[in-house]
């Protein structure tokens, strides 16, 4: 089993950038392939990136591919979510997910741990 707590959200302006990160505690975090979601007010839940803990494999939402980087640091237990150019629709509650998949899935029933979410504002 994992714990997951997120840091790093805030209010920032359009075009600005956050660094989100989650801590993960518990054993085996390497071997757990980790996800970031978001959810608008009003809105289902949704993926914005994985990375697999095979080196390499990483996925976006089409949304964020070219704005937004995720990596993981296996040393430190911590994977980050880098957003740049943000956007007001990228406002949202950011929360990061671990799952024993060994590929990134999309869907929200395929990751088996969550953190407590991270809100994040962007202004216009």
């Known amino acids: 089993q994992v714990q997951l707590v997120e840091s790093g959200g805030g209010l920032v302006q359009t075009g600005g950038s956050l660094r989100l990160s989650c801590a993960a505690s518990g054993r085996s975090f390497s071997t757990y392939t980790m996800g970031w979601f978001r959810q608008a007010p009003g809105k289902e839940r949704e993926f914005v990136a994985g990375i697999s803990w095979i080196p390499g494999r990483t996925d976006y939402a089409d949304s964020v591919k070219g704005r937004f980087t995720i990596s993981r640091d296996n040393a430190r237990n911590t994977a980050a979510l880098q957003m740049n150019s943000l956007k007001p629709e990228d406002t949202a509650v950011y929360s990061c997910?671990?799952?024993?998949?060994?590929?990134?899935?999309?869907?929200?029933?395929?990751?088996?741990?969550w953190g407590q979410g991270t809100q994040v504002t962007v202004s216009s």
């Open positions: 997910a671990a799952s024993h998949n060994f590929v990134v899935s999309k869907a929200v029933s395929e990751y088996n741990y």
